[in-house]
């Protein structure tokens, strides 16, 4: 492809159909409406569908059925949109049904501003739906990650089965940057584990609580069902308490055991640093421009980019904590993810968050005076 | 002194609201847009009505339509999209001297909004439902709705709208307890005001879909509606609306069309080959779920108290 001047909504299009995407569904929502237009017009040159639905919990239901049918299938919508997908997600995690999910975040609550930026979506994308089982969360600065992360997302909900968030925004999303995607380096294209034919078929079957059932597409060769019920491995109803126990500590552990491999993040530990500046999303440019400044005014401090949210990569920032006296959390809402650093942090390290949601970005000066870093 | 009683007087209002006493916030809305005709035509409907701006109520979802709130000096509720009517409905349930209107889009009324159409057209609250129906999202710039003409290029369908479009009168027309329908275009002034005034007198949900333009995103097929007035047809009753002859000699195509006649209302929603302006149904009588709901909002509070004591005694052991 070589270089290309496109924004983040058309670089989550392209990482879709590099991953293998061949559905979309989705509802016009500003900033997320150009990812609908480029998949209605993209998608269907690329042998998959695309489809405008009549509100945003038809999209999300259409994804669903067409990922039992066996496509691989995203959504993409904002704040407003992601409140209305909340039963489905619910239903896409108990029916243990891959897919992905694109929040490109608008400042909230409600309508909000339509047109302008926020990243305050974090812990709403974490506890979306009803049961607050674990969910994966991935959050792209740049383009490239745009297009990388949605690219991995399709991977993440293939291989455990789960529906997966990319949680870009509004800054992200309609920004255009050169780039050059066959410069990304990503890993090969997974499959979800499909069932061999002949098999007594029980569509969530595991012998370990995070072992991977493998699932029979609606429409091939063994005949299987789903259901929004509480149900055993066979996908019958039950009401057994043991049984729905079992059910639930299995959809946890799926992704719980695996946070190593999910989590992705880049660190820029300076040695004998004792303050770290812990940032991710769009706000994670201000950041390093602060690290860069404050470096060059002699300071030692460390960085740390998180690009995986949820699971939180809770051995990756305790690492990055070691030694620390003070950490910095720049976002644009009033304090979500910092929640996380609060718990991590071990005594004695001071956790300070810069936070703002005036639809504006947080300017490295920002960071730097809030944060009281020089 | 002079054989006049002591308490003669002029009958003069103390208070007489004109259109100015109605109008909010500057419009913002695009240069030519239909939304603007009708809004005046909403204010003159309120100024001659002269109901209290602190009795009226506005509502609305999300959508160019749905700022109408904004421009109206009166309570305003600027909601969520597609959900106006469940909270129209909810403060006429709690406060049914309130005059309420409600402002949506063929967006936010037909398509996210779905479901709560259909049920508050059963519902039949007493509430004016304007659909500011311009066949297109404009907010977002140009996406299908279910209006949208069949071949129609839009962001989201490049290559034209796949689908013929959603009909609103024949679904309209299909709800049980439906109780007033009617279709209007903004650019005919006598007319739509006509017609935003009856659906403001009937009492129950008063359905109005008003052809509208919008000169952003469909400016040529608005054009050539508007140059060419065969392409409706005039409902002319006595029970409908009436119209200066001027305004009827516009119109090439007349019928006469009783309102409360359902099947011959269906029958011409039916037929596509023209845009029917007027009344198509009008049912007086039909059953008000505000009306069925609230029979105790006014009850002395000895009264509650019996009740509430009467409800719990159940539960004595």
Redesign the interface.
């Known amino acids: 492809m070589g270089l290309e001047f496109i924004d983040g909504n058309q670089a989550i299009v392209r990482g879709a159909i590099a991953a293998g995407c061949c559905f979309f569904a989705g509802y016009p929502i500003t900033p997320a409406s150009t990812i609908l237009q480029y998949m209605l017009d993209q998608l269907p040159r690329s042998g998959g569908v695309a489809l405008q639905a009549e509100d945003e919990i038809a999209a999300i239901g259409f994804c669903i059925g067409a990922s039992m049918a066996g496509r691989k299938a995203m959504t993409a919508t904002s704040g407003p949109g992601i409140s209305l997908y909340s039963e489905n997600i619910g239903l896409a995690t108990i029916g243990e049904t891959p897919l992905v999910i694109v929040d490109v975040q608008r400042q909230g609550p409600a309508t909000g501003s339509a047109t302008k930026g926020a990243e305050g979506d974090i812990q709403f994308s974490r506890w979306v739906t009803s049961g607050g089982l674990p969910v994966i969360a991935l959050s792209p600065a740049t383009v490239a990650e745009a297009y990388e992360l949605t690219y991995r997302a399709f991977n993440f909900a293939e291989q455990f089965r789960v529906p997966v968030f990319l949680l870009s925004s509004k800054e992200i999303s309609l920004t255009r940057e050169t780039v050059d995607l066959d410069e990304v380096n990503l890993p090969g294209v997974l499959e979800r584990p499909r069932m061999e034919e002949g098999e007594i078929y029980q569509p969530h079957a595991f012998d370990r609580p995070e072992q991977i059932p493998a699932l029979s597409d609606f429409g091939a060769a063994q005949v299987t069902r789903y259901t929004t019920s509480t149900h055993d491995k066979s996908g019958y109803l039950t009401t057994d308490p043991a049984v729905i126990q079992e059910m639930i500590d299995h959809y946890a552990a799926k992704i719980e055991t695996a946070v190593d491999e999910i989590c992705l993040y880049s660190e820029d530990l300076q040695t004998g640093a004792d303050q770290l500046l812990l940032s991710y999303g769009v706000t994670s440019r201000a950041a390093s421009v602060a690290v860069d400044h404050m470096r060059s005014a002699g300071k030692k401090v460390s960085s740390l980019v998180l690009q995986t949210l949820y699971p939180v990569p809770e051995q990756v920032i305790r690492g990055a904590l070691a030694g620390i006296s003070k950490v910095v959390v720049p976002e644009m809402n009033m304090g979500q993810y910092r929640l996380e650093i609060d718990r991590l942090a071990p005594d004695g390290v001071e956790v300070v968050g810069v936070n703002k949601m005036d639809t504006t970005l947080i300017s490295p000066t920002e960071i730097l005076n809030q944060g009281d870093l020089l | 002194m002079f054989g006049l009683k002591a308490d003669w007087s002029l009958d003069v209002h103390e208070r007489y609201f004109t259109m100015d006493d109605y109008a909010g916030a500057e419009p913002r809305w695009c240069t030519g847009c239909g939304d603007l005709g009708i809004l005046t035509a909403v204010h003159r409907v309120c100024r001659d009505a002269q109901v209290e701006p602190e009795n009226t109520v506005a509502v609305s979802g999300?959508g160019c339509s749905s700022r109408l709130p904004h421009y109206m000096k009166t309570y305003g509720f600027h909601g969520?999209?597609?959900r106006a009517l469940p909270v129209a409905c909810g403060i006429k349930s709690r406060r049914p001297d309130l005059d309420i209107w409600v402002a949506t889009g063929d967006?936010d009324c037909f398509?996210?909004g779905?479901g709560h159409w259909i049920h508050s057209l059963r519902y039949n609250m007493d509430l004016t439902l304007l659909i500011f129906d311009n066949g297109i999202?404009g907010l977002?710039?140009k996406?299908?709705s279910?209006t949208t003409p069949q071949g129609f290029h839009t962001?989201?369908?490049?290559t034209g709208a796949l689908l013929p479009p959603l009909n609103p009168l024949t679904v309209t027309l299909g709800v049980s307890n439906v109780s007033f329908v009617a279709q209007t275009v903004d650019w005919n002034a006598p007319l739509l005001y006509e017609i935003i005034n009856a659906a403001h007198q009937h009492k129950g949900t008063s359905f109005v879909r008003i052809v509208q333009r919008c000169p952003m995103y469909m400016e040529q097929l608005n054009q050539e509606m508007q140059d060419d007035p065969s392409r409706m047809l005039l409902l002319t009753h006595d029970k409908g609306v009436q119209v200066d002859d001027a305004v009827v000699r516009m119109f090439e195509n007349h019928q006469e069309h009783d309102p409360s006649d359902m099947a011959a209302a269906r029958a011409i929603a039916q037929d596509d080959s023209l845009i029917p302006l007027g009344v198509l149904y009008h049912d007086p009588d039909a059953q008000r779920y505000d009306e069925l709901t609230n029979v105790g909002l006014n009850m002395p509070m000895q009264e509650r108290v019996q009740g509430l004591n009467a409800a719990l005694d159940k539960f004595a052991i």
């Open positions: 999300i969520l999209h597609g967006g398509s996210i779905g999202y977002t710039k996406q299908t279910p962001n989201t369908h490049v």
